[in-house]
């Protein structure tokens, strides 16, 4: 159980089994799903928590893989959803040039092809506001945001302090810090950084006709550009959400344009499947790149999420990526924990980073190559993914092997 002493005047120490430093959808989920079982944990936030539930919709959402949803669950999160996340049951895979037609070979991923939904849809609000109810709802976890701490790691323990006069003390540190993490970088955990030259535009679009759970992911020389279902509201009954690429001058140039031109390039790329379209909310530009850490693994430390790994968007797999981190970090701690094993142990922590780093690895070369591969106007590799992708379509077994993966079950 988590303890507290008094230390003083105005100084309060609290002992937890595991410390989180980030409170993001990857160290927030982290903490509800141990505590959910038992663990005391801490969550260390430089931004206060509130402010993250921006009450605007604000066209951003995430892709939640299956196995994403099973843990989301398991961490009491995915009731507290304030709206019912939106299902992604087929996939159209096209190749094109912005005002043409697709190329006709084209790969479906249909409900055949799973048992489930492909994945689900949920606001980046939504699920900001249901990790802050569970977080807020559960006695065994201590939250400190906003807060600047400093931190002293050694074979010993781990110590954190506010400079508000708040002590934590901890077996282990979870840096789930986002790609600049700050605690990765103090442990001296070096980085490979890998820049794309394309930046991402994010926007939520209403449209005329139904997506039918539809989402359609279109190769264009610029960068891949995708639509992928959300669900709707009483204003805009039909809606969806925007992921697109391109080179970043030409990204900074379209999220620059008057709604009209907007819509027009819009359109240029999505064609007349969802009939007539209309931007809603903010247009968000952020510059792509991946990068690696090194290693996962430092004296009574892990990383965890955007502080690992970060990969291109072509495939939807960043956050899902970093909810394989916390499926395996959370089944690795609760059973040392229930064992009452010392949660810092270093051949614990070996024992995370060989479950995850490869894998990681493998989707970072993965992503990697699929944009290498796509994002060009080259007739030589044009030629070779369309019959890459009219190979997979006529494949069934292949078809579905490929789902699987995606889904993370």
């Known amino acids: ?38 663990v005391p944990v801490a969550v260390v936030d430089r931004a206060a928590l509130p402010p993250m539930e921006n009450p605007e919709f604000d066209g951003r959402a995430y892709a939640i893989a299956a196995g994403s949803k099973k843990l989301l669950e398991a961490a009491g999160v995915w009731d507290h959803l304030p709206q019912i996340a939106c299902p992604i049951e087929d996939i159209l895979v096209t190749d094109g040039r912005p005002g043409q037609p697709p190329s006709p070979l084209s790969l479906e991923f249909t409900r055949e092809d799973s048992a489930q939904p492909f994945g689900w849809m949920a606001e980046a609000r939504a699920l900001r506001v249901a990790l802050n109810a569970t977080l807020h709802n559960s006695p065994l976890v201590t939250v400190l945001a906003p807060a600047e701490v400093s931190i002293v790691r050694n074979e010993n323990g781990v110590t954190v302090k506010a400079t508000d006069g708040r002590t934590l003390r901890a077996q282990l540190l979870v840096a789930a810090d986002g790609r600049g993490s700050r605690t990765r970088s103090q442990a001296g955990i070096p980085i490979t950084k890998l820049a794309y030259g394309q930046s991402g535009i994010v926007c939520a679009i209403a449209h005329e006709h139904p997506h039918d759970n539809g989402a359609l992911e279109h190769f264009l020389p610029g960068g891949p550009f995708a639509q992928l279902p959300m669900t709707g509201t009483a204003e805009h009954p039909y809606l969806s959400a925007i992921v697109w690429s391109e080179k970043d001058a030409m990204a900074q140039r379209i999220a620059a344009l008057p709604e009209e031109q907007f819509k027009r390039e819009l359109k240029r790329r999505i064609g007349d499947r969802l009939g007539d379209v209309t931007p809603v ?106 019959v890459g992708i009219a190979t997979v379509q006529r494949l069934p077994r292949l078809r579905k092997a490929f789902v699987k993966h995606a889904m993370g079950v």
């Open 281 to 386: 909310g903010r247009r968000w530009v952020y510059p792509l790149a991946a990068q690696y850490a090194h290693h996962y693994t430092a004296t009574r430390l892990v990383l965890a999420g955007d502080a690992a790994h970060g990969i291109h968007p072509i495939a939807g797999q960043g956050l899902n990526l970093g909810f394989r981190d916390v499926i395996a970090l959370s089944d690795i701690l609760l059973t040392a924990y229930a064992r009452g094993e010392d949660l810092g142990n270093p051949a614990l922590l070996s024992c995370y980073q060989a479950r995850c780093r490869p894998a990681n690895m493998m989707m970072f070369m993965a992503t990697d190559a699929l944009d290498r591969l796509f994002s060009n106007d080259n007739p030589v590799l044009r030629l070779a993914r369309d």
């Open 1 to 38: 159980m988590s303890s507290m002493t008094e230390q003083g005047a105005g100084e309060t120490v609290t002992d937890v089994a595991v410390c989180i430093i980030g409170a993001g959808p990857v160290g927030a989920t982290l903490a509800c799903r141990l505590a959910r079982d038992g």
